[in-house]
């Protein structure tokens, strides 16, 4: 089982499903002659050529309608966003086009593309670049929405999204690029709609995915020191939601903080604390807490851009909340 990065768990996957279907093809800014944005993309411009790694202009409203209609047309595109900021420019055509086609064709017309690209906060990058647009996508019935947060997870989960007859939308981050981890020398694919399980506990659930996962886990390792394990639940897939994952976790601990980079109104970390305060109703022993974005434009400032995201010591806190140790709101 190699040890790889994010991007090369990315890289590998379009390397095999390009290999596998012709129709399969890349198209973005920077994709091709410079090896992406962030070399996810590396070599395959020399392996397949500029019909297939296309580069465009800085154009995502073009490019990205150019995908759905290649989509429809019958080809498998990947479209790269430089990032899900970006996106906010070809919001019509994910939105009102590739998300609606299946529907208004009465099941006739499959629209069967992938848009992905880095959302959230990196370093650095001020408040019109650092959004964490999550729930943009997710509110939208007609797509599918995946957000994997290591890389063996990266590599399934793209492949399967490639392979899906609908319009993926999948949520990676800057940050998490360079990440490693285990990757199974052998093909896998990553059912799209099924949670995962990153660390068992009874104490509490602790629901998360992307780059956030990274913050919970270490929280987790912080709380089992102080005698609380805490489930961790990586949710992957955030359009379908596994909810019978969610609620079997709850279930067997009785509390639940979730965790989201987004601003914390209409967030896919607040509809998941609804979903849990709702159906879980009768099994909580304290009210749902979500660890959000602070709800500002990020700050360029570092120390101000780190305090306005998750981190551990705010899972901690809130960890600690709904098992009644610190009081509310401390």
């Known amino acids: 089982m190699a040890i790889i990065t994010y991007r090369e768990a990315l890289g590998r996957a379009l390397d095999e499903e390009m290999g596998r279907d012709d129709r399969v093809f890349l198209i973005g800014e920077e994709v091709g002659e410079y090896d992406g944005a962030y070399k996810v993309s590396k070599g395959l411009l020399a392996k397949y050529g500029s019909d297939r790694v296309r580069d465009t202009p800085i154009a995502e409203l073009g490019f990205t309608g150019v995908g759905v209609g290649a989509a429809i047309a019958g080809l ?60 943009y996508w997710a509110h939208v019935p007609g797509l599918k929405v995946i957000a994997p947060s290591t890389p063996a997870d990266a590599y399934g989960l793209l492949k399967s999204a490639i392979r ?18 285990e990757v199974p020398d052998k093909e896998f694919l990553v059912p799209i709609g099924q949670a995962a399980i990153r660390r068992k506990g009874g104490d509490l659930s602790i629901v998360s995915f992307s780059k956030p996962m990274k913050a919970v886990l270490e929280a987790a390792e912080a709380l089992s020191a102080m005698g609380i394990e805490a489930e961790v639940l990586d949710m ?24 989201d980079e987004s601003w914390p109104e209409a967030s896919v970390g607040s509809h998941l604390a609804w979903l849990v305060s709702r159906n879980c109703f009768d099994l909580l022993d304290a009210p749902v807490e979500l660890v959000s974005g602070e709800d500002v434009p990020m700050p360029y400032n570092h120390a101000l851009e780190l305090a306005a995201q998750p981190n551990a010591a705010k899972v ?9 140790l610190d009081p509310a709101g401390a």
């Open 76 to 135: 498998r595109p990947v479209v790269e966003w430089m990032t899900h900021n970006f996106a906010l420019l070809a919001i019509d055509q994910v939105v009102n086009e590739a998300a609606k086609m299946r529907y208004m064709s009465g099941g006739k017309v499959s629209v069967p593309i992938v848009f992905r690209g880095p959302n959230g906060p990196a370093e650095y990058l001020a408040a019109q670049h650092s959004q964490a647009l999550a729930s």
């Open 164 to 181: 899906d007859e609908d319009p993926v939308v999948m949520l990676e981050s800057e940050m998490m690029y360079g990440w490693k981890g």
């Open 236 to 259: 992957r897939s955030l359009r379908p939601i596994d909810e019978e994952s969610l609620y079997e976790s709850v279930a067997r601990t009785n509390r639940c903080v979730v965790v």
């Open 316 to 324: 901690i806190q809130a960890a600690r909340r709904v098992l009644y």
